[in-house]
T-cell receptor
Framework: GQQLNQSPQSMFIQEGEDVSMNCTSSSIFNTWLWYKQDPGEGPVLLIALYKAGELTSNGRLTAQFGITRKDSFLNISASIPSDVGIYFCAGQLWTNSGYALNFGKGTSLLVTP | ETGVTQSPTHLIKTRGQQVTLRCSSQSGHNTVSWYQQALGQGPQFIFQYYREEENGRGNFPPRFSGLQFPNYSSELNVNALELDDSALYLC????????????????FGEGSRLTVL
């Protein structure tokens, strides 16, 4: 699969702070998705982006599809303890493997009260 | 709750054995994708099934095989298990409008954790 570079690898913040994480790739994607995964569970879809430049919000979460189609970022405003988890970016494109999601390695977020 | 259910949730096998994992997709979805997630890594694409046929495959050997049934549920079979097959196996369902259409938003089950000893 295509290599996605997700950063930072981990973040340790205080409740109420804003969070920003991003994902870059050497390949162009036609869809970017952001997922959150809690321990022992499957990833849960947070935001889906389908057009270059698109900026989409879901509550306190905001994500953007980069103009170059090679990057995306996710912001979380006013973090709360339940934001703790691992956040994954995923890009989708058509290859000879079909349409598949390529995932980053994740950003681990810890929030202290 | 995504409506995607997987079984079993946990299982332990020994090297050389075979395993079958099962997945029921969300109502209205016609596509199932399987992913392998090793500890500390992001999920890796194994293959996708659309309307009972394989519709894309990642870099996994042939001993990883699958099926999709008329009700769109699916199975993942792994033969000749190796230690490195120990991982969380995730099933995701989605709706595709055609074989070559964008898979769109994937909804994951909670996974089957396989340990190979």
């Amino acid at each position: 699969g295509q290599q996605l570079n997700q950063s930072p690898q981990s973040m340790f913040i205080q409740e109420g702070e804003d969070v920003s994480m991003n994902c870059t790739s050497s390949s162009i994607f036609n869809t970017w998705l952001w997922y959150k995964q809690d321990p022992g569970e499957g990833p849960v879809l947070l935001i889906a982006l389908y057009k270059a430049g698109e900026l989409t919000s879901n509550g306190r979460l905001t994500a953007q599809f980069g103009i170059t189609r090679k990057d995306s970022f996710l912001n979380i405003s006013a973090s709360i303890p339940s934001d703790v988890g691992i956040y994954f970016c995923a890009g989708q494109l058509w290859t000879n493997s079909g349409y598949a999601l390529n995932f980053g390695k994740g950003t681990s977020l810890l929030v202290t009260p | 709750e995504t409506g995607v259910t997987q079984s079993p949730t946990h299982l332990i096998k020994t090297r050389g054995q075979q395993v079958t994992l099962r997945c029921s997709s969300q109502s209205g979805h016609n596509t199932v994708s399987w992913y392998q997630q090793a500890l500390g890594q992001g999920p890796q694409f194994i293959f996708q099934y659309y309307r009972e046929e394989e519709n894309g495959r990642g870099n996994f050997p042939p001993r990883f095989s699958g099926l999709q049934f008329p009700n769109y549920s699916s199975e993942l079979n792994v033969n000749a298990l190796e230690l490195d097959d120990s991982a969380l196996y995730l099933c995701a369902s989605s709706f595709k409008s055609g074989r070559y259409a964008n898979t769109g938003e994937l909804f994951f089950g909670e996974g089957s954790r396989l340990t190979v000893l």
